[in-house]
């Protein structure tokens, strides 16, 4: 037994090997198994992931593929892909619309079908796949509205470079063409419409040449009827009232008496007619000087003292003495207001008074408003009528005229004075009991000097000595001034006209010429501007003018007079303007003429750099930059003055006197320059009075070229002071 058993083991231990041997085997091929399996998963896992990088990589393609489809839908305007071949292999929606086809039906069909002009459109086709694109091509796409569009194409190519097709935008530029086209036809409208209105402007011109003609026509006509009718009224009172003081019979000074009221009432008739006249052509003119309205006011009521004395009234004056001493404005213009207005109130009020009241209603820093009324107690005005009597011709009632006189054009005028100054007038009234017309006018304050002003004085017999050169060639108004400066007791001669006036000045001293205006041979204008500029004489000359306009003042004032005395002289104010000006010294608007040690004629200084050196806080750099441009800009526009004055083209004239008014006051020259650069503007834009333009320019020339000598000197001051710092 024992035997038996140790014989079974090693058996058992070689089945037991075996098994272990076939176990092993199996171990080895299940580890071959799971490292192929291994393997195999990990080649599945790569697998794995391509794919899932080939998705992602398709749906980025695909959010691409749908922006881009989004933005081609997005577009308005037609767009399609064609292949080499010209058949469409894609399009958009709008494309589709405006063929009113499917994307079906479009893919695949020749894209030269869907033009008007086939041929056209396969030639821009060739011409896409040969420059590889096209800009703006015109083209017509067949749909139901024939829509034109703009052709812009551009090739598209694979990886390789290798052209696979074409992208074609077409731009809808059918609008586009109708604007154009309605441009165009407005454009042929507007010719034809500038066509008929050059036409128009050319009948207009002709029209306004022959009304400006006629104008001027009236213009002359009015000013001779002026000097002609005023001559012997001037003659006729003048000595009316100088055979008035002689010793006479109470029925000759009756008689005479009846002569200088004729004379009188003739007078305010001649003024009405020609002061309407200047208004209804639009030629009343306004001047800016400066003068004292106490003097001014206190003066022009002297006028009305014998009058007012004949007819037992009482003149009461109010004047506001917060009223600024000068202030600027046209005092002729103001005079002309209140004269006609006391003059109403003298012929309706036959007792009482009449009172002439000035105040002030406000200022501030630039100017004062003042107000201006006359009260009287006269017959007074029906309510009904007050707002008629400032109409022209128009009078309170049909009997105004026949009992009191006049011609009812005062009042028209006076709101034609008030008005166009930026003032207002008004009138208050009751039936017997009296009237009171009020205007207000604005003033600009300054501190500069009043133009020269005199009171009016009482004759004193006791001032002799005054030589006065009388330059007048009417022979009774020559007799009258004899008259009137013999009763003054003045030295006198006669000079019939400007020629004759310089020879006497020549050869004989005066103290005072009294200058008429219109003259044979040589007028006023011109005999003073001779005195002035060739015989460099300050003796005092005042204007005897028949016509007190403003621009025959300021044509006065250009040339050099001192002062003017309207026809018919009043003595008083002859007497007065005489003393004032021998009497006082001489002010001379234009350059004046001073002694240096050497004997030799020095003008005074012209400019004043305070304004540029307050608008330059006393910066030499900056004040050299502006004297440098004025010296550079002012000959040029001196020489284009000159030049338009004597080709007579207005418009260049006033152009460059438009551009040399600035600097007057940039450069402190006296604005009486900039006042005559600005009468110069409007003789050039009227044409009227353009005789007396030569003198102005003259003027303004030779104080430009004096400022332009100032300023360099200033210049080179400036500039060396500059340096020695």
């Known amino acids: 037994m024992p035997t038996k058993n140790l014989s079974f083991k090693p058996e058992r231990k070689k089945k037991r090997a075996a098994e272990l041997s076939i176990a092993n085997k199996e171990l080895v091929f299940q580890t071959g198994e799971k490292k192929k399996r291994?393997?195999?998963?990990?080649?599945?896992?790569?697998?794995?992931?391509?794919?899932?990088?080939?998705?992602?990589?398709?749906a980025a393609e695909l959010i691409v593929a749908n922006y881009a489809r989004s933005l081609i839908e997005a577009s308005r305007d037609p767009l399609v892909t064609i292949s080499n071949e010209g058949k469409i292999t894609d399009m958009n929606k709008a494309f589709a619309n405006i063929t009113e086809m499917t994307h079906e039906k479009l893919t695949g069909t020749d894209f030269f079908d869907y033009f008007t002009d086939s041929q056209k459109a396969r030639e821009v086709y060739q011409e896409v796949f040969a420059k590889g694109f096209v800009v703006d091509y015109p083209l017509t796409i067949r749909d139901g509205k024939l829509t034109d569009v703009l052709f812009n194409g551009s090739v598209y190519k694979d990886e390789k470079g290798n052209v696979l097709g074409a992208v074609v935008v077409a731009r809808d530029v059918t609008e586009q063409k109708r604007i154009e086209k309605e441009m165009l036809e407005a454009k042929v409208f507007a010719e034809l419409a500038t066509a008929i209105a050059e036409e128009e402007k050319s009948k207009a011109q002709s029209a306004a040449l022959i009304a400006e003609n006629a104008v001027k026509a009236k213009q002359q006509f009015l000013s001779n009827m002026s000097h002609e009718i005023r001559t012997p009224m001037n003659a006729i009172i003048g000595f009316t009232k100088v055979v008035l003081k002689t010793d006479l019979s109470a029925k000759q000074k009756e008689y005479l008496t009846a002569i200088k009221m004729s004379g009188d009432a003739l007078i305010v008739l001649i003024n009405d007619i020609l002061d309407l006249a200047k208004v209804d052509a639009g030629k009343m003119l306004f001047e800016q000087t400066p003068f004292k309205m106490a003097l001014s006011i206190s003066a022009m009521l002297h006028l009305f003292e014998t009058k007012i004395q004949e007819k037992n009234l009482e003149l009461v004056k109010e004047y506001d003495n917060k009223i600024p001493e000068v202030l600027v404005g046209d005092p002729v213009r103001l005079h002309q207001i209140i004269l006609n207005l006391v003059s109403n109130a003298v012929k309706f009020t036959t007792e009482g008074k009449i009172t002439v009241s000035v105040r002030l209603l406000?200022?501030?820093?630039?100017?004062?408003?003042?107000?201006?009324?006359?009260?009287?107690?006269?017959?007074?005005?029906?309510?009904?009528?007050?707002?008629?009597?400032?109409?022209?011709?128009?009078?309170?009632?049909?009997?105004?005229?026949?009992?009191?006189?006049?011609?009812?054009?005062?009042?028209?005028?006076?709101?034609?004075?008030v008005e166009p100054q930026g003032g207002s007038i008004n009138v208050k009234s009751k039936i017997g009991k009296g009237s009171t017309f009020s205007f207000k006018l604005s003033f600009l304050k300054t501190k500069a000097e009043a133009e020269l002003e005199t009171e009016v004085v009482e004759l004193d017999t006791e001032i002799k000595n005054i030589k006065v050169l009388v330059v007048e060639d009417i022979a009774l108004n020559q007799l009258l001034m004899k008259t009137l400066l013999d009763d003054f007791g003045f030295e006198r001669d006669i000079a019939t006209n400007g020629k004759i006036a310089i020879e006497k000045l020549q050869n004989k001293s005066y103290d005072i010429i009294l200058m008429d205006l219109q003259m044979p041979e040589m007028n006023g204008f011109e005999a003073t501007e001779y005195i002035r500029?060739?015989?460099n004489s300050k003796i005092p000359i005042i204007a005897l003018t028949a016509d007190?306009?403003?621009?025959?003042?300021?044509?006065?004032?250009?040339?050099?007079?001192?002062?003017?005395?309207?026809?018919?002289?009043?003595?008083?104010?002859?007497?007065s303007k005489i003393l004032g000006l021998v009497?006082?010294?001489?002010?001379?608007?234009?350059?004046?003429?001073?002694?240096?040690?050497n004997g030799k004629s020095k003008k005074s200084k012209c400019i004043d750099l305070d304004y540029l050196i307050h608008r330059t806080k006393s910066d030499p750099t900056l004040m050299m930059e502006m004297i440098s441009?004025?010296?550079?800009?002012?000959?040029?526009?001196?020489?284009?003055?000159?030049?338009?004055?004597?080709?007579?083209?207005?418009?260049?004239?006033?152009?460059a006197v438009h551009k040399m008014i600035p600097s007057f006051s940039i450069m402190g020259i006296s604005t009486d320059f900039e006042n005559m650069a600005k009468q110069v503007q409007e003789y050039a834009s009227t044409q009227l009075q353009t005789d007396g333009i030569p003198a102005l320019v003259l003027q303004l020339e030779d104080v430009c070229a004096q400022a332009c000598m100032e300023l360099q000197e200033e210049f080179n001051m400036i500039k060396n002071t500059k340096n020695e710092k």
């Open 38 to 58: 291994a393997a195999e998963l990990i080649i599945a896992d790569k697998e794995l992931a391509f794919q899932n990088e080939e998705k992602e990589k398709r």
């Open 362 to 417: 406000n200022e501030d820093e630039e100017k004062a408003t003042i107000e201006f009324a006359v009260t009287d107690t006269g017959i007074g005005i029906a309510e009904s009528k007050l707002e008629d009597i400032f109409e022209t011709f128009r009078q309170a009632t049909s009997g105004t005229s026949r009992i009191y006189g006049g011609t009812g054009l005062g009042l028209s005028i006076v709101k034609q004075l």
């Open 533 to 535: 500029n060739k015989m």
């Open 548 to 575: 007190v306009t403003t621009v025959d003042l300021a044509k006065c004032k250009a040339v050099g007079m001192n002062d003017y005395i309207a026809k018919p002289v009043d003595e008083r104010i002859l007497y």
């Open 583 to 597: 009497k006082k010294p001489v002010i001379i608007k234009t350059d004046e003429h001073k002694e240096n040690g």
């Open 629 to 655: 441009l004025y010296l550079e800009q002012t000959p040029p526009l001196i020489s284009a003055m000159k030049k338009s004055l004597h080709d007579k083209d207005w418009k260049l004239l006033y152009a």
